[in-house]
């Protein structure tokens, strides 16, 4: 199965490491092994698909500009308390909000390949203004907010 311009199908496989913590044991998931579905699929991998949105290019833009990209595994927990990969994205903010939801997720650095490839993605569909909601009274590219008011005397 070959990935396109927005979908890149992936074999992921989760490991559940038990640790002891004291008397009591912690149980802690963990990705074993991704791998793109062009190849053989590993033993107790799960089909996962990353896809691109456009609406979602500032996030990945943020995401590939840090000095740790990253991608987020979103996993379903089953009955048994198993976790199984259900979806693959580069967007921290789905991360966030299926964290807030109390959906597992994991994540692991992102590949050389992938990073190239959601650049590329970018690339084509154009540059999104990346804004931070939370201090829009700051205008950084004109130097002006109140953090930058170098009017004011100093004694």
């Known amino acids: ?13 989760l490991k559940k490491i038990e640790k002891q913590v004291g008397r009591w044991t912690s149980v802690q998931w963990e990705v074993d092994q991704m791998l793109p579905a062009t190849h053989a ?3 107790g991998a799960h089909l996962v698909l990353l896809e691109l ?48 939801a109390d959906t ?6 992102m590949p050389k390949a992938i990073a190239c490839w959601i650049e590329a993605f970018i690339t084509r569909h154009g540059e999104v203004e990346i804004c931070a909601h939370r201090r829009k009274h700051v205008n950084r590219r004109k130097n002006q907010g109140p953090s930058t008011d170098h009017t004011a005397e100093h004694l």
């Open 104 to 109: 597992p997720v994991l994540n692991i650095p």
């Open 41 to 43: 699929a590993p033993e």
């Open 53 to 100: 949105h456009k609406d979602e290019r500032g996030s990945y833009r943020i995401n590939l500009d840090m000095d740790n990209a990253m991608l987020y595994i979103v996993c379903d927990e089953t009955e048994l308390g198993d976790w199984k990969p259900a979806a693959i994205s580069a967007d921290q903010n789905v991360a966030a909000g299926c964290l807030e």
């Open 1 to 13: 199965m070959q990935h396109t311009e927005s979908q890149w199908p992936m074999y992921v496989s």
